[in-house]
């Protein structure tokens, strides 16, 4: 069952602005993870908050995640042509595999 | 090999025939998951694999699906009388160890096509 929703469905930008990506989700979790995906094939990790944390960066990247709103953010600084993918949050938790939700699909213009 | 492989990368088949993906994990994962990605949508969970346990088939849509893994190795999926429902791209992911913080790393996919 999916249980993150991603918003905004799609993300329009040009090179150098920050795109901002949320996610929502249901029920507790142990963490929340996001992935990128380039053209509809394989997902790459980018980074994982865990439950008792609020803020997290890595490079460009920054993830927020607030657990009494249930939701999560995630920020990528400094676009580039290249970060254009569809982005996903993913939970898990009590199971093992990841509820992904549907995405954001983002298109950054030079 | 360094990542997750998976073939075919593309399979068109006609409607009723049986189809049989592969998965490669990387070597000396434990965990291996497949997911199902139709058009514009997020991952759904098929089925998940850990070492020598049963595995977790909770997210397999109807009994036409199964998959097998050979302890530590090679998972092949399985899709029986496929129906054009069945058109979606087939997900495998495999981590070190099952678990929360244990990221999945993901093969290229493969892209079903039923006629």
């Known amino acids: 069952s999916q249980q993150g929703e991603e918003d905004p469905q799609a993300l329009s930008i040009q090179e150098g602005e920050n795109a901002t990506m949320n996610c929502s989700y249901k029920?507790?979790?142990?963490?929340l993870q996001w992935y990128r995906q380039n053209s509809g094939r394989g997902l790459v990790h980018l980074i994982l908050?865990?439950?008792?944390?609020r803020e997290k960066h890595s490079g460009r990247l920054r993830v927020t995640l607030d657990t009494s709103k249930k939701s999560s953010s995630l920020l990528i600084t400094a676009s580039r042509a290249a970060d254009t993918a569809s982005y996903f949050c993913?939970?898990?938790?009590?199971?093992?595999?990841?509820?992904f939700g549907k995405g954001t699909s983002l298109l950054v213009t030079p | 090999g360094a990542g997750v492989s998976q073939s075919p990368s593309n399979k068109v088949t006609e409607k009723g025939k049986d189809v049989e993906l592969r998965c490669d994990p990387i070597?000396?994962?434990?965990?291996l998951y497949w997911y199902r990605q139709r058009l514009g949508q997020g991952l759904e969970f098929l089925i998940y694999?850990?070492?020598?346990?049963?595995?977790?088939k909770s997210g397999l849509p109807s009994d036409r699906f199964s998959a097998e893994r050979t302890g530590e190795s090679v998972s092949t999926l399985t899709i029986q009388r496929t129906q054009q429902e069945d058109s979606a791209v087939y997900l495998c992911?495999?981590?070190?160890?099952?678990?929360?913080?244990?990221?999945?790393?993901f093969g290229p996919g493969t892209r079903l096509t039923v006629l």
């Open positions: 992911a495999s981590s070190l160890d099952r678990g929360a913080l244990n990221e999945q790393f």
């Open positions: 029920t507790s979790i142990n963490n």
């Open positions: 908050i865990r439950s008792n944390e």
């Open positions: 993913a939970t898990e938790g009590s199971g093992y595999a990841l509820n």
């Open positions: 070597s000396g994962h434990t965990a």
């Open positions: 694999f850990q070492g020598n346990s049963a595995p977790d």
